[in-house]
């Protein structure tokens, strides 16, 4: 039975669902839930510093369930997004109500979309990639699996890493520096892919035009299926969801830096590099996402078997309730500046 906590995970989702279903005032049931219960539940349930033992993990890793209770997500964030439009075209709504809803939806593709997405665009089978990156379409967000795992992974924690939060930086600066260094970056990457791959520019081996194209086509038959509110709807609710994933990239390595070696290069990416939570309701909701210097230490890891390390700096609290004090910045500086090793500041 503890197999199934991670549907826990669903149950943004269906709070979401909710909102749609009932509308009026209910649109706002998701970011309520979101970040003003699942952070009171945090405070309330105990923290879980346990590692699966040898044998366990090994059980954990055989069993299907927890490949399934991800691949749900898919049909699970598409048929929201869909009955999403469907009212948003067939209904007239309140300023305040198509706004609800916009977030709402927003929220499900940033943690059921995008989070999946990336747990899924680590693993080794074109079938998991490829509903990765389905995930990441209605969040606009397709040429993170790029810049994530060809970037990301190999410069986490140091200056020329796009997703990693400098010391006293706010969440708002950060958001505009991530997303367009991301994007400028996933370009690189993909550039240095086909030269290495001897395949031109313009090739169709280009990933990112690809991305490009499918984000297109994919707003067009909105507004041609669904009309011009459904297109500001899908275009709004896809930025709430890559912004939600900013604001945990901000969390996860911030003020975070690897020092260098003699050499002048950095030094390899160390459990002391990511933030780590063990606050149970965020690892559940997350998919084990907050235990993410173990993710870091060893990328292909399955999120049922990430373990805690001792040395890993400890969030005080979980990643939506830090998400919700990110979002203060005199606050988020208070409590966190504090806990940045020393050593690891630049001025």
């Known amino acids: 039975m503890k197999d199934l906590k991670y549907l826990a995970a669903f149950s943004i989702p269906i709070v979401c669902f909710l909102g749609l279903f009932l509308k009026n005032y209910w649109v706002w049931a998701t970011p309520i839930f979101a970040f003003i219960c699942i952070p009171v539940l945090e405070l309330i349930f105990p923290v879980d510093a346990d590692n699966l033992k040898p044998e366990e993990a090994n059980s954990k890793l055989s ?72 995930l990441l379409l209605p969040s606009f967000y397709m040429h993170f699996y790029i810049e994530h795992n060809f970037g990301h992974h190999l410069h986490a924690a140091t200056l020329e890493d796009p997703a990693t939060a400098r010391y006293n930086q706010s969440v708002y600066s950060f958001w505009f520096t991530s997303i367009f260094r991301q994007y400028l970056s996933a370009w690189k990457i993909q550039n240095k892919l086909l030269k290495n791959s001897k395949n031109s520019f313009f090739s169709t081996k280009n990933d990112m035009f690809w991305y490009i194209i499918l984000q297109i086509c994919y707003l067009i038959g909105v507004l041609l299926i669904f009309g011009t509110s459904a297109l500001l709807f899908a275009l709004f609710a896809g930025i709430v969801g890559f912004v939600l994933l900013e604001t945990v990239n901000y969390i996860e390595h911030y003020g975070l830096i690897r020092l260098k070696t003699k050499s002048g290069r950095y030094e390899r990416v160390k459990e002391i590099h990511s933030w780590n939570s063990n606050h149970i309701i965020g690892r559940i909701v997350l998919y084990e996402l907050t235990r993410h210097s173990d993710h870091h230490f060893k990328s292909s890891k399955k999120y049922q078997v990430l373990d805690c390390h001792d040395k890993s700096p400890q969030m005080p609290y979980g990643y939506p309730t830090s998400m919700v004090l990110a979002m203060i910045p005199p606050l988020w500086f208070g409590i966190m500046n504090k806990r940045v090793p020393r050593e690891m500041i630049i001025s």
């Open 63 to 134: 069993r299907n369930i927890f490949d399934w209770l991800l691949y749900l997500n898919l049909p699970l964030v598409f048929g929201l997004v869909f009955y999403g439009l469907f009212i948003v075209s067939n209904n007239v709504l309140a300023t305040y109500e198509f706004v609800g809803l916009i977030f709402s939806i927003g929220i499900v593709l940033g943690v059921n979309g995008i989070n999946v997405a990336h747990e899924l665009g680590h693993r080794q089978t074109t079938n998991e990639r490829f509903l990765g990156k389905a």
